[in-house]
């Protein structure tokens, strides 16, 4: 992706996103019920690369079947590009985990920005831990063998109840994850550093006792000549 995108992607919040997406009329783009493992210091961001899970069939579903260097998850681990986010829809069921510790391990190893599922990963408390920002719905101790059918990769997926296609951009902060999509990525990330700035102004000003009104939104214009000026001192 674009670095000056990345870049300005890890300075703003999701929140921020949502506003900007609700306003192309992009209503379903937020990953609903995951929130990080720990708290970020830094938003995750990074191209999807997906995975599609269908409910277990007993008799595929052995654990005979890690054996197959070709099995859907494990070649997805291996294939996941640097820099990507690893996401995995396991239709908002977190009864049987999504991944555990060792290949999330080895997806930051091997240079992926994340790691998303709206079901669970098991050795949850180890995860956390890692250099690696990992997104759930809870902790599950069982395998995923249990529920969860990997069936193919880096098609499109819904996860969380958000369309994600190969190659959408995932931001992801404490409130959650967002999905943008891939053609409106670049103009997002400038509208959303714009926003940013003239909330951190507005939240400044209401901080000090200033009311709302005619602030936000600034129906008033002495405050976008204020904010102007605030921009200049700030270098904003």
Known sequence: MNETTRNLLKRVSTATLATALYKRGFRSQMVQGV???????????????????????????????????????????????????????????????????????????????????????????EIAKLAIPAFH???????????????????????????????????????????LPAHIADELAQEATEMTAFEDFVQEKVAGGQSILGLYPPTDETNLARFAEWRRQHGR
């Open 35 to 125: 929130l990080p493992l720990r708290t970020l210091g830094e938003s995750m961001v990074g191209p999807a690369y997906t995975i599609r899970t269908i409910p277990a069939r007993e008799d595929l579903n052995k654990l005979e079947v890690f054996r197959d260097w070709s099995h859907p998850q494990r070649k997805g681990v291996e294939e996941c590009p640097p820099g990507h986010v690893f996401i995995v829809d396991s239709r908002k069921d977190p009864r049987a985990a999504s991944a555990g510790g060792i290949l999330v391990t080895r997806l930051m190893v091997r240079g992926a920005a994340g790691v998303v599922t709206d079901g669970g990963f098991r050795d949850a408390a």
């Open 137 to 179: 719905a809870r902790p599950s101790a069982p395998t995923n063998l249990t529920l969860h059918q990997p069936i193919e990769a880096n098609v499109p997926i819904g996860c969380g109840d958000a369309p994600v296609f190969p190659g959408d951009i995932l931001v992801g902060d404490n409130d959650g994850v967002i999905v």
